[in-house]
């Protein structure tokens, strides 16, 4: 029985929800947030469905040979796909209850809901076109999320954010215009395209889809966008271009180097190198500056610039371990980061306070957010047995077998450093807020509703379950690193 039609599920299950909960224009708030949620539990389902089917492909439509809209369900498009699936209705249930001081609730669904078809649409690209007109949709999908309090601050970080991601978009246009002329293909391919090895504009081309897609992934130097959206965004909205979206530009950058440009064509050159100096710059930049920043949301932006550079560091290894810990990591890092940016969104709707220097003694009126904040701040740090603890370790470990240089040890010490980094700017506020003296330093409120309570504590849990039970996910990730080397 041939079940390619599958693959129209995860993106045109949420997309059709979303407009029906747009069109909900004449019903009580209740039944609105009920429907949210139960669009976003069928539509995750149908992601989990078409991920357990198997390897898919379907052509939607062919405009030549080889320009075509065709979706692929392999291994690393499942990977990518049941990460937003499984997140996607915990974020969903906690913004039934956090939306009510935001208003625009409707509007926030419906959008929330074509974001979320646009990044499985993303997901199950089948090849550069498809995976370019998609990753555009997903910029314009998700951009109104930054828009949505229709501030003059909102509707500034929303037009830096189409700024860098549509350039970011433009310049990895170019890079795959120069490669297409050359091969005469848009197909993916395990290993990269055939073409000559070390031709000048190729390598250029790759240099090019690599900074240009890694803008909405946060690579310096187009990073900056990160810490001007999240502040303004809603914290559920904040959670998911944190977690979520950031990883559509490491997806279209690991496809565009292993199955497009192809890992040995870079090898050894001047793209593996700056690409390396670039995502450890990256990873620095981001640690430093979220040391000095007050505000806790873009804290935790800085520190999401830092945290998905490591991603981009394994890759540019180009080596299967490193490859492999990067995978992990995506996975590691979209919970802890969900997680934050959900207690973030506890936080500012329970007492109003947005300064991480704000929070002493916070812990003694909501113990239950304070303590999954400290738990996902051990586990950002890499602390065992966290999931990130284990993918930090492949990354470092995969770095030090690269045939890099200098760069193959550097590259561990930054990573060290940046922990050290991480634990100075989160570990104080647990401190603070948990430990520190009287009786909640004048703060009244008390632990959120359960709606908004029970997926910190979900995500979080998984965070560290992934890391305790790492095998499936670290067979999973080897398996797709196997396949390209």
């Known amino acids: 029985m041939k079940i390619d039609w599958l693959l129209l599920l995860p993106a045109a299950v949420p997309a059709l929800l979303g407009m029906g909960l747009a069109l909900l224009r004449r019903v009580p708030a209740k039944t609105l947030r009920r429907c949210a949620v139960s669009a976003a539990a069928v539509s995750a389902a149908a992601a989990i469905a078409t ?29 990518f796909s049941l990460l937003s699936a499984v997140i996607w209705p915990f974020v969903t249930l906690y913004t039934v209850k956090y939306m009510e001081h935001e208003g625009g609730e409707r509007r926030f669904y419906a959008l929330f809901m074509l974001v979320f078809a646009a990044l499985q649409a993303l997901d199950y690209a089948g090849n550069m076109l498809t995976m370019y007109l998609f990753f555009e949709f997903v910029t314009l999908a998700s951009a109104p999320l930054v828009l949505h309090s229709l501030s003059r601050d909102a509707m500034m970080a929303a037009l830096k954010y189409l700024f860098y991601s549509m350039g970011g978009a433009f310049v990895a246009l170019g890079g795959l215009a120069v490669f297409y002329v050359r091969t005469g293909s848009l197909a993916f391919a395990a290993g990269g395209v055939n073409a000559a090895a070390g031709e000048p504009a190729l390598l ?145 709707f329970q007492t109003g306070r947005e300064r991480a220097d704000e929070l002493t003694g916070i812990g003694k009126r909501m113990p239950t957010t304070m303590w999954c904040f400290t738990v996902c701040a051990a586990a950002l740090v890499g602390i065992p047995p966290a999931g990130a603890f284990v993918s930090k370790w492949a990354i470092a470990s995969g770095a030090l077998d690269a045939p890099v240089g200098a760069l193959s040890w550097i590259a561990p010490v930054v990573l060290l450093i940046s922990a050290l980094l991480t634990a100075l700017y989160l570990f104080p506020i647990s401190i603070q807020a948990l430990f520190a003296g009287g009786d909640g330093g004048g703060i009244t409120a008390k632990e959120a509703d359960g709606k908004m309570l029970a997926p910190v504590v979900a995500l979080t849990a998984a965070a560290v379950l992934i890391g305790v039970f790492s095998a499936p996910l670290t067979a999973a990730a080897e398996k797709i690193a196997a396949l390209l080397f």
């Open 204 to 348: 250029a081309a790759a240099f090019c889809m690599i900074v240009g897609f890694g803008a909405k992934a946060g690579l310096f130097p187009l990073q900056s966008w990160l810490p001007t959206a999240h502040p303004q965004a809603p914290s559920p909205a904040s959670a998911v271009l944190s977690g979520l979206i950031t990883k559509a530009g490491v997806l279209c950058v690991f496809r565009s180097v292993y199955y497009y440009a192809g890992a040995e064509r870079i090898a050894g050159t001047w793209v593996q190198y700056a690409w390396i100096g670039l995502a450890l710059a990256t990873i620095l930049i981001g640690s430093t500056l979220a040391c000095r920043e007050k505000l806790l949301k873009k804290r935790l932006a800085y520190s999401t610039v830092s945290q998905v550079a490591y991603i981009l560091l394994a890759l540019a290894m180009l080596n299967a371990q490193s490859v492999a810990g990067g995978l992990m990591h995506v996975w590691s890092h979209a919970l802890i980061k969900d997680a934050l940016f959900l207690i973030a969104g506890i936080i500012i």
């Open 51 to 79: 991920a357990c089917a198997g390897d898919l492909r379907l052509v939607l439509w062919s405009f030549t040979d080889e320009a075509a809209l065709e979706m692929l369900s392999d291994a690393p498009a499942r990977l």
